[in-house]
């Protein structure tokens, strides 16, 4: 693409004396661009994917617990095409996904 760009944003709140709470907001916007030279049909459209973390830290223990949603609007976006002579075969990059993380820090 021409034009790409990123914004992030987070932000730690503290909770009690050695906990925090910590959102966190990824923006990625991709102008459009060509998947195959020799197939100049294959455009990827612009798009804008968000991720999204909510992270609660304990400090003293180490320990952290995450939600997480990435690809929050579920943009389907191409990822790759592979042409010959009378076909084409392509990938998808991920959709939505989401889930929980803990971790722990030593």
Known sequence: PD???TFGFSY??????SA???????????????LSASAPLFLQEAYAKIDARLT???EDS????????QNLTNEATLGR???????????FNEPRRYGVRLAYRF
């Open 56 to 58: 609660y830290r304990l």
């Open 20 to 34: 925090t709470l910590t959102p966190e907001v990824d923006v990625l916007w991709s102008g459009d661009y060509l």
């Open 12 to 17: 730690q709140i503290p909770v009690g004396d």
């Open 3 to 5: 034009w790409t760009g």
């Open 62 to 69: 180490g320990l952290s617990l995450q939600a997480f949603v």
């Open 81 to 91: 095409i592979t042409t010959g002579t009378l076909s084409a075969q392509g990938t």
